[in-house]
């Protein structure tokens, strides 16, 4: 790979991994509700839930998905409706107390599996193979070079949004901070959600 290739790949990873999306709103919400170690799970799902994403990606399932568009959609649909079901989860969710008992916490085996039904972890997966592996001499080479660093750029990522959302949690605890708070992280899922849809309607899936 070379150098200008490189700085192409990291200069993508940087705008993919640290743009809000599916997985950093969760990681700011959990870690402002449950705290940085209630996320931490979460956190350590996303990496490798997308760096089994790619994986597959890489050795052919990704075209799959590309030449079969009832699959993409029953991804798009899946997806949708989890993030969906946690946005009203996180709008009704106004004290610290209550979101121990309102199953806002997803766990590793969840997060991992989330990645699966992400499209926007897909279509990152689908563009490093396309533009990065696919049709290469050294396809395997490439591909174990991409794969540690978007892990670690997925796990860092996401890790400074918890981070913030810790910081947070203790100033959200007061008043009706939290449930604003909630409010505005289940409308950023739900717009994440219709982005998504608009996104594959627009395709022609």
């Not at 997985?23 to 209630?38: I, K, Q, V």
């Not at 979101?99 to 699966?116: T, Y």
């Amino acid at each position: 790979m070379t150098s200008a290739e490189l700085s192409a790949l990291l200069v993508l990873a940087t705008v993919s991994s640290f743009t809000p999306g599916p997985n950093t709103a969760l990681s700011t919400a959990m870690a402002a509700n449950h705290g940085l170690r209630g996320a931490m799970r979460f956190v350590c799902a996303v990496p490798v839930g997308w760096g089994l994403l790619f994986s597959l990606c890489a050795t052919g399932l990704g075209g799959l998905v590309v030449a079969f568009p009832p699959m993409r959609w029953a991804i798009v649909l899946l997806g949708t409706s989890y993030l969906l079901w946690l946005a009203t989860r996180l709008w009704q969710t106004g004290s610290l107390t209550a979101a121990d008992h309102a199953k806002l916490n997803v766990g590793f085996i969840q997060g991992v599996g989330l990645q699966f039904v992400n499209i926007k972890a897909w279509m990152l997966a689908l563009a490093m193979v396309g533009g990065w592996v696919a049709g290469r001499d050294d396809a395997t080479d490439r591909a174990l070079t991409l794969l540690p660093i978007m892990v670690a750029y997925g796990f860092f990522s996401n890790l400074s949004y918890a981070l913030a959302g810790a910081l947070l949690r203790h100033w959200l605890a007061q008043g009706r901070r939290l449930l604003m708070f909630n409010r505005c992280m289940a409308t950023a899922l739900v717009g994440t959600a219709l982005w998504i849809l608009q996104g594959i309607w627009k395709a022609g899936a």
